[in-house]
C-alpha cells in the first residue's frame, strides 16, 4: 500500500524568506503526486501536481516542487513567502491511473507559521 | 459558479443518534468521496463512489454509511456504531479516469454533545 510522509509537523519561516517543505512517498509505481493547502477550518485547495514529464512543476501562489524518483520524494518550495501562506500543507499520492477514482493517501500535514 | 458544497458547517450529534452530512457538487463529475481530518493525522478515506448507485469503502468506513442516487449528490450517514465521531468532515469529486484530482468542499465539522 501507498504511504506519504511529512518528517516536519510545524514550521516557522520568516516572511520574505524562502521555503522547503518535505514529502517522501512509498509506492512500487509510478506514483500521482499533489501538493494541497489547507486554511483554518477551509477544504483543501489544489497547488500542483506530479503525473508524468517535467519533474519540476509549477503550482499557484508561487508554489513549485519537483520530483526526485530516487529519493522518493517530492518537497515543496517557493522562493519567497507571504504571510497569507500560514497554512496547513499536505502531500498526497494517487495509486495509479484510476487513483483519482480510488482517493488519495494523504500525509499527516506540514502547519506553517509566518513570522513577521 | 461550479464548486461542491457541504452542509451544514456545524452539527451536533447526541448519544445513540445517526446524522447526516450533505454534499452536493455542480461541477458534473463522476466521482466522490469522503473524508475524515483529525488533528494532526491528516485525511483519511472514509468512502468513494465512482459512479451512481455504486460506492466503495475506505480505510475507515466502519461506523459511517452513505447512498448515491444522483449524480450531483453523496450523503454520508454518521451512524451511532461510530464511537468516536468528532472530526471534521471532508467531502470531493473528480473527474472519472482523473489521477486524484479532487475539488473539496468547505468541510463540515461534527461535535457530540
Known amino acids: 500500500a501507498q504511504s506519504v510522509t511529512q518528517p516536519d509537523i510545524h514550521i516557522t519561516v520568516s516572511e520574505g524568506a524562502s521555503l522547503e517543505l518535505r514529502c517522501n512517498y512509498s509506492?512500487?509505481?509510478?506514483?500521482?503526486l499533489f501538493w494541497y493547502v489547507q486554511s483554518p477550518g477551509q477544504g483543501l485547495q489544489l497547488l500542483l501536481k506530479?503525473?508524468?514529464?517535467?519533474?519540476l512543476v509549477q503550482g499557484i501562489k508561487g508554489f513549485e516542487a519537483e520530483f526526485k524518483r530516487s529519493q522518493s520524494s517530492f518537497n515543496l518550495r517557493k522562493p519567497s513567502v507571504h504571510w497569507s501562506d500560514a497554512a496547513e500543507y499536505f502531500c498526497?499520492?494517487?495509486?495509479?491511473?484510476?487513483?483519482?477514482?480510488?482517493?488519495?493517501?494523504f500525509g499527516k500535514g506540514t502547519h506553517l507559521i509566518i513570522q513577521p | 459558479d461550479g464548486g461542491i458544497t457541504q452542509s451544514p458547517k456545524y452539527l451536533f450529534r447526541k448519544e445513540g443518534q445517526n446524522v447526516t452530512l450533505s454534499c452536493e457538487q455542480n461541477l458534473n463529475h463522476d466521482a466522490m468521496y469522503w473524508y475524515r481530518q483529525d488533528p494532526g493525522q491528516g485525511l483519511r478515506l472514509i468512502y468513494y463512489s465512482q459512479i451512481v448507485n455504486d460506492f466503495q469503502k475506505g480505510d475507515i468506513a466502519e461506523g459511517y454509511s452513505v447512498s448515491r442516487e444522483k449524480k450531483e449528490s453523496f450523503p454520508l450517514t454518521v451512524t451511532s456504531a461510530q464511537k468516536n465521531p468528532t472530526a471534521f468532515y471532508l467531502c470531493?469529486?473528480?473527474?472519472?479516469?482523473?489521477?486524484?484530482?479532487?475539488?473539496f468542499g468547505p468541510g463540515t465539522r461534527l461535535l457530540v454533545l
Open positions: 506530479y503525473f508524468s514529464g517535467d519533474t
Open positions: 509506492y512500487g509505481a509510478t506514483p500521482y
Open positions: 498526497a499520492v494517487g495509486a495509479s491511473i484510476g487513483g483519482g477514482a480510488d482517493g488519495l493517501t
Open positions: 470531493a469529486s473528480s473527474i472519472a479516469g482523473s489521477p486524484g484530482t479532487q475539488y
